[in-house]
């Protein structure tokens, strides 16, 4: 069975910082893609960073310099570390990891992440 299982969310204050972990088991996670997305309330989920089995990452042109995503490979774990964050940061982060073999997606439940300005 698959689980993606998303912590670290919180309350933090406009220019803090937070980081996001995602553990994952019942995928081979060091082949996954794996990913972070947020949906705020009344908006399209949407990405915010991606980092393949090699390391290439990609982001959210708004997140760019801000956002840090990595991977722990031993541990089946990927991190989102946000700094600077400003208040339409806050949304529902979700995990997302991606066969790119098999193409099959799978979701986590997401962590809530409050930013007070």
């Known amino acids: 069975q698959v689980q993606l299982v998303e912590s670290g969310g919180g309350l933090v204050q406009a220019g803090g910082s937070l980081r996001l972990s995602c553990a994952a088991s019942?995928?081979?996670?060091?082949?996954?893609?794996m990913g972070w997305y947020r949906q705020a309330p009344g908006e399209q989920r949407e990405l915010v960073a991606t980092?393949?089995?090699?390391?290439?990452?990609n982001y959210a042109d708004s997140v760019k310099g801000r956002f840090t995503i990595s991977r722990d490979n031993a541990k089946n774990t990927v991190y989102l570390q946000m700094n600077s964050l400003k208040p339409e940061a806050a949304a529902v982060y979700y995990c997302?990891?991606?066969?790119?073999?098999?193409?099959?997606?799978?979701w986590g439940r997401g962590t809530q992440v409050t930013v007070s300005s």
């Open positions: 019942g995928i081979i996670f060091s082949i996954n893609t």
């Open positions: 997302k990891s991606t066969n790119p073999y098999l193409g099959t997606d799978y």
């Open positions: 980092i393949t089995r090699s390391g290439t990452t």
